[in-house]
């Protein structure tokens, strides 16, 4: 049996810890704060009882659970990502814990008037007599992906305990920078040396996803001219007008608050700029490859067009690809599916498998060698005042954990 309070109290002294990563960092990982939680999973690792534990200079983490069986099984891995997103602050968290939560509004901080309703977030509702681990309101939570990190260790730890259940080689991997998109680009998947990995890092309970968006970044800088504006007719390119035009140019029913399911969308999440120059950054996706290239093509032709307009370069486009849809490289490994799948189904949990709105250190593992779907971590909420788990969805991840190393032995007797 998992303790409530054990994990309880293991995601919250990760979760106090500050792991922020920054996208104008050129460092791995992005912040050096990010080192106290990775110093700290190490030596969690070694007291646990796992081996080969390793942190190499960007602050990713390997370790292993050896076999306990006597014939050749799949070496599975399990991975999570410890930073936090630089969407919502993480810094001073104080993680509240609402034990048999009545079904009502959360008053998360009073002074400030900021309620958790399941009014508004109607996911709530299904946790009536659950126990909520949710923050004052006033930062996010970090269980995107400390959740995952948490159920990781909890689950080797217990197999460690429980030597009567067969399980062969584990790894385990944890990453910094995953929620600025580069939480893989640094995992030495050679050195991992696993057949196959799950991430865990879903959110409700029982979702199972093996299909991302493709995914890139463009970046349009648009430039200007000033002039003293008493005598800047025919003079003056104001790049803010311009800006205003490109954005009104795509098509607006596709961003996300427009866009469900398979839905593609461009998505504008920073403007900068005065009158000389005006920054636009982007996010584009979607899961058609021919789709995804034609949004790219898109914003291209849209800087074209407006450039033949004033007869000049007044629009720059840098696009990136940041990763791809990892269905192209899972689809031929299904069986890795159906042992998730499977295992949930023999703790009574309703596999939901769906695709990933959002990108995931899955992704791009897929691409690199590794195929990697993903698993639910039990989160709600994520980057934002309102996120919350229950502890309740966290064990039974730790219990599929189990199970999927367990069956995985199953298979290959």
Same mark, same amino acid.
């Given at each position: 049996?998992?303790?409530?309070?054990?994990?309880?109290?293991?995601? @919250?002294?990760?979760?106090?810890?500050?792991?922020?990563?920054?996208?104008?960092?050129?460092?791995?990982? /992005?912040?050096?704060?990010?080192?106290?939680?990775?110093?700290?999973?190490?030596?969690?690792?070694?007291?646990?009882?796992?081996?080969?534990? #390793?942190?190499?200079?960007?602050?990713?983490?390997?370790?292993?659970? +050896? /076999?306990? @069986?006597?014939? !050749?099984?799949?070496?599975?891995?399990?991975?999570?990502?410890?930073?936090?997103?630089?969407?919502?602050?993480?810094?001073?968290?104080?993680?509240?814990?609402?034990?048999?939560?009545?079904?009502?509004?959360?008053?998360?901080?009073?002074?400030?008037? @900021?309620?958790?309703?399941?009014?508004?977030?109607?996911?709530?509702?299904?946790?009536?007599?659950?126990?909520?681990?949710?923050?004052?309101?006033?930062?996010?939570?970090?269980?995107?992906?400390?959740?995952?990190?948490?159920?990781?260790?909890?689950?080797?730890?217990?197999?460690?305990?429980?030597?009567?259940?067969?399980?062969?080689?584990?790894?385990?991997?944890?990453?910094?920078?995953?929620?600025?998109?580069?939480?893989?680009?640094?995992?030495?998947?050679?050195?991992?040396?696993?057949?196959?990995?799950?991430?865990?890092?879903?959110?409700? @309970?029982?979702? *199972?996803?093996?299909?991302?968006?493709?995914?890139?970044?463009?970046?349009?800088?648009?430039?200007?001219?000033?002039?003293?504006?008493? %005598?800047?007719?025919?003079?003056?390119?104001?790049?803010?007008?311009?800006?205003?035009?490109?954005?009104?140019?795509?098509?607006?029913?596709?961003?996300?608050?427009?866009?469900?399911?398979?839905?593609?969308?461009?998505?504008?999440? #920073?403007?900068?700029?005065?009158?000389?120059?005006?920054?636009?950054?982007?996010?584009?996706?979607?899961?058609?490859?021919?789709?995804?290239?034609?949004?790219?093509?898109?914003?291209?032709? *849209?800087?074209?067009?407006?450039?033949?307009?004033?007869?000049?370069?007044?629009?720059?486009?840098?696009?990136?690809?940041?990763?791809?849809?990892?269905?192209?490289?899972?689809? +031929?490994?299904?069986?890795?599916?159906?042992?998730?799948?499977?295992?949930?189904? #023999?703790?009574?949990?309703? +596999?939901?498998?769906?695709?990933?709105?959002?990108?995931?250190?899955?992704?791009?593992? #897929?691409?690199?060698?590794? +195929?990697?779907?993903?698993?639910?971590?039990?989160?709600?909420?994520?980057?934002?005042? %309102?996120?919350?788990?229950?502890? !309740?969805?966290?064990?039974?991840?730790?219990?599929?954990?189990?199970?999927?190393?367990?069956?995985?032995?199953?298979?290959?007797?």
């Amino acid at each position: 049996m998992i303790s409530k309070q054990h994990i309880i109290n293991r995601l @919250i002294s990760y979760v106090t810890i500050d792991t922020e990563s920054d996208p104008k960092s050129n460092t791995t990982p /992005s912040t050096k704060k990010q080192w106290d939680l990775a110093h700290k999973l190490v030596e969690e690792l070694k007291e646990i009882g796992l081996e080969d534990v #390793s942190i190499d200079k960007h602050a990713y983490i390997m370790a292993t659970l +050896p /076999s306990n @069986i006597d014939h !050749e099984v799949s070496t599975i891995g399990f991975v999570a990502h410890f930073d936090t997103s630089p969407d919502f602050t993480g810094a001073n968290i104080k993680p509240q814990v609402i034990e048999n939560y009545d079904g009502k509004d959360i008053v998360l901080n009073a002074s400030e008037n @900021i309620i958790l309703s399941p009014d508004y977030f109607d996911d709530l509702k299904q946790y009536k007599g659950q126990t909520l681990i949710t923050t004052d309101g006033t930062t996010l939570l970090g269980a995107d992906d400390k959740a995952g990190v948490t159920e990781i260790v909890t689950a080797m730890e217990y197999l460690i305990q429980h030597p009567e259940i067969k399980h062969g080689k584990i790894r385990v991997g944890f990453t910094p920078d995953e929620e600025i998109g580069r939480g893989a680009h640094k995992f030495d998947v050679s050195k991992f040396g696993a057949d196959w990995a799950y991430t865990m890092d879903g959110s409700r @309970i029982g979702e *199972l996803e093996y299909e991302s968006f493709n995914a890139a970044k463009a970046v349009v800088t648009i430039k200007g001219k000033m002039v003293h504006p008493g %005598y800047a007719k025919g003079k003056m390119i104001n790049s803010m007008y311009i800006a205003q035009d490109f954005i009104n140019s795509l098509p607006r029913k596709e961003t996300p608050e427009h866009t469900a399911g398979r839905e593609g969308f461009f998505h504008l999440y #920073s403007i900068e700029g005065g009158v000389e120059e005006t920054v636009l950054q982007y996010i584009i996706r979607d899961f058609d490859k021919k789709q995804f290239e034609t949004r790219k093509e898109v914003i291209k032709e *849209l800087a074209h067009k407006i450039n033949t307009q004033h007869n000049k370069e007044t629009v720059c486009i840098d696009i990136k690809d940041q990763y791809y849809n990892m269905r192209e490289k899972v689809e +031929p490994v299904m069986h890795i599916v159906d042992i998730a799948a499977e295992a949930m189904k #023999s703790l009574d949990i309703i +596999p939901l498998i769906k695709p990933i709105r959002g990108g995931t250190d899955g992704s791009q593992l #897929s691409f690199m060698g590794l +195929p990697c779907p993903n698993i639910f971590a039990g989160g709600h909420n994520f980057h934002g005042r %309102y996120e919350y788990v229950p502890a !309740e969805s966290m064990i039974k991840a730790v219990e599929v954990i189990v199970k999927i190393a367990e069956l995985t032995a199953k298979k290959n007797m």
